[in-house]
Every structure is written in C-alpha cells, then in structure tokens.
C-alpha cells in the first residue's frame, strides 16, 4: 500500500549552497539554499529560488547579482545558521565569522572560505509560489586550485529533509 507523503522528502538528500547578496549601504547577507541548480549551459545560467520575504529576495531584487558559494562539510554548521536566521535581524557574517572578500566580476562579496564560486548577474526573476526565482548568468566561476585539478576531494555539504523548515507542511 502506498501512502500519502509530502513530496519534498524525496527531493533530499541535497546539496547546500551558500548565496551572499547585496551590499545596499555597506550591507551584505548570506542565505542557504538548496534549491539552486543549472538551467543551461550557453550561456551559463543558474537557478536559485529564494522566499519572496526573506531579505536576501530583497537584496537581490534591488542590486540584480549574487553569488553562488559552495562550501565544504566543514561549514556545515554555519550554513545552517545562515538558514535558519533572518538578515532582516542579525548579521551572519560577523555572526558566523565567515569572511567577505570581494569578488571578480560583481560587486557581491564572496564568503573566503568556501570552495568555489560562481558569480551571478540576474538575467530573470520568475514568481513561483512562497518563492522567486532568481536565473543568473555566470559571469565568473572559480574554485580552490587543488579541488578545481582533481588533487583534492572535497565532500560537500549535503543535510536531510529540513522537518524544521517545512514543519508547517510536513505530515509524516
């Protein structure tokens, strides 16, 4: 016998992205998602979707870039920190010591010590649901030269189901 389920707890385990946005009066945010993926390869263009109240919507919606940033195993408590408070009332950089550097292309910081990045400029926002999503070109990627050769492995942060997040919805 089948039952009914939330549809979500199948989509996991996924991988976390670290995203940082903005930089409206010296003010920048980091957000963590899972829901960020490839939409195409020419031109390069990512899909990240983002609550339409969080501050990091906000921000992006304000200065059109963000950041892409793939952080390690190692960051994964800190990656669940910047998902689970708000930009609105805290600021995670100075809270979770991850460091802002700045980055090639867009004027988005981003965050030291993750892997890689792909640095974004908004080409399209499309409203779907509790979300927006945010279609960026990537107008630079780098990565850690020994993990971009090969020479070092790099497990990435990944996280189960997020029961706390989608407790509202969840029935099971």
Not at 111 to 119: K, N
Request: glycine share 8%; with cysteine; proline share 5%.
């Amino acid at each position: 016998m089948k039952i009914e389920v939330e549809y979500l707890r199948f989509m996991w385990p996924m991988r976390h992205f670290l995203i940082t946005c903005g930089d409206i009066g010296g003010k920048s945010n980091i957000i963590a998602v899972s829901f960020c993926m490839p939409v195409s390869k020419e031109p390069p263009l990512i899909a990240c979707a983002i609550g339409k109240g969080a501050y990091s919507n906000k921000l992006i919606e304000a200065t059109k870039e963000f950041v892409v940033n793939v952080p390690a195993q190692e960051l994964k408590q800190k990656i669940y920190y910047c998902g689970f408070h708000s930009g609105y009332k805290v600021d995670k950089f100075k809270e979770t010591g991850l460091t802002p550097e700045p980055a090639r292309k867009v004027k988005v910081p981003v965050i030291e010590e993750c892997v890689a990045h792909m640095e974004c400029k908004v080409r399209q926002e499309i409203e779907t649901g509790d979300k927006n999503l945010f279609i960026g070109e990537v107008v630079e990627a780098y990565a850690d030269e020994d993990i971009a050769g090969g020479k070092k492995k790099v497990e990435y942060a990944k996280g189960d189901f997020p029961h706390k997040v989608y407790a509202a919805r969840f029935k099971g």
